[in-house]
């Protein structure tokens, strides 16, 4: 077992047995190497894959000029949604398959074309966007205590977890993606507001930069993957008992609890 494939079965174990793990940074030869960081990730997604989960998209995270300052970086970073991750609109998630959960509200889109086409520009991405509907994002940490630069949170998934869909598919011509408000709520009270501008300007560039990544990654997206595209908002921590809601203007709204 290389270097890498440590690292990979390190994280991989501490989601299975629900135990966080000291930041995996210092054992890069460069804790900055992004690259790296990527390839564990899919090591580790690989395994997901190869004990029966199915990729059925990605999320894009760092999506915050904000954060990505704070974390030393200009992009964003991306993971992989697996099946398993998915939790039915009204639903109960236990507690017991969460890490240090925490949650954001967001678009997301559904494709129904592949994005491979040389040179992506916005309007192959509008095109290629079957519709959205309002989504809550449940991050989590295998790295103790949220202790994370930006290869520990890219090799650990981009701190994915799970997710939630709204019911309601909306064409995304009728929103509008810049100016659109965001309000989430935690047992009735309203924890985070945001807007558009908040996932780079519009969430729809932050496909873009998705698209335009995943073709230099020789992996590009595919019809009928889901988009996370990022948070509108600040994100609220979550634990046991919690409801959480969020809607988006007046579309749908998107809600679970933990149990």
């Not at 580790?44 to 999506?63: D, F, H, M, N």
């Not at 780079?200 to 993957?225: D, F, I, R, S, Y």
């Not at 994100?235 to 919690?242: C, L, S």
Request: net charge negative.
């Amino acid at each position: 077992m290389n270097p890498l494939e440590k690292i990979a079965e390190q994280l991989y174990t501490a989601e299975i047995q629900n135990k966080p793990i000291q930041p995996i940074r210092t054992a890069f030869p460069n804790e900055r190497d992004i690259d790296v960081a990527y390839q564990i990730q899919q090591l580790v997604t690989q395994k997901k894959l190869a004990e029966g989960a199915k990729s059925v998209g990605k999320k894009i995270g760092l999506t915050s000029f904000a954060v990505q300052k704070q974390l030393g970086v200009d992009e964003p970073d991306f993971g992989v949604l697996t099946d398993e991750m998915q939790i039915k609109n009204h639903a109960k998630l236990s507690s017991e398959n969460l890490m240090q959960p925490k949650a954001e509200a967001e678009w997301a889109f559904v494709l129904k074309h592949n994005l491979d086409v040389e040179n992506i520009t916005l309007i192959d991405v509008k095109n290629a966007i079957d519709y959205a509907v309002v989504a809550i994002e449940i991050v989590g940490s295998r790295i103790k205590n949220w202790n994370i630069k930006i290869t520990d949170t890219i090799a650990d998934n981009a701190s994915a977890s799970h997710f939630v869909l709204g019911s309601k598919k909306i064409e995304w011509s009728k929103i509008d993606m810049v100016n659109c408000e965001m309000k989430m709520f935690k047992n009735s009270n309203i924890v985070s507001e945001g807007n558009g501008q908040a996932c780079m300007g519009n969430p729809l560039k932050a496909v873009l930069w998705l698209a335009q990544t995943m073709q230099k990654h020789h992996q590009p997206l595919q019809a009928g993957e889901i988009i996370l595209s990022g948070a509108l908002g600040p994100m609220t921590v979550i634990e046991k008992g919690d409801r959480l809601s969020a809607s988006i203007d007046d579309f749908d709204s998107v809600e679970f609890q933990v149990v």
